[in-house]
């Protein structure tokens, strides 16, 4: 499976658990979807960040990760807003909102980063390199207290 594929599956996963979370909340308000999808988003962003952008950015490719490292401090602020009402949960009005604007937020980045900055990653990048990447996607975890490098 090439570093794409692999980078696109987990926006689907994320985006599956966030649609589970948000179709709950006519019910009740239960915090593990959303929790699971946000712990699957920030390890995603991590990976990036910490293994995808870097040599990106050696083979030249700036301004987009720039604009993708932009974006992953947006919704890291909205992930931290909605683990916030999680907390007292009064108000599932507002996390329905907050959840669709995240929703939106990364629908957009994801289409941007999958025609961008994935296909780069497959035509510019050396095979080894691309390896390293999808094993960190397996291997590598989010270490405590990570903040991506915008939020």
Known sequence: ????????AEHRSIDALLEQFVSGL???VRPGPFRDSARELRQHIYVEEAHLFPPLR????????????????????????IDAHLDDASDPAELRR??????GMLGAHNDKEEAILYRAAVEVLDPVVQEQIS??????TLPDGWRCEMA
Not at 1 to 8: F, K, V
Not at 60 to 81: A, C, S, Y
Not at 98 to 103: D, G, I, K, R, S
Not at 135 to 140: E, S
């Open 1 to 8: 499976m090439s570093i794409a594929r692999d980078l696109e």
């Open 98 to 103: 907050l959840c669709e604007m995240l929703t």
């Open 58 to 81: 050696e083979a030249g490719i700036i301004p987009p990760v720039l604009v993708m490292l932009r974006e992953h401090g947006q919704i890291w602020t909205v992930l931290d807003e």
């Open 135 to 140: 094993n960190a996607m397996v291997d590598d």
């Open 26 to 28: 006519d019910e009740e």
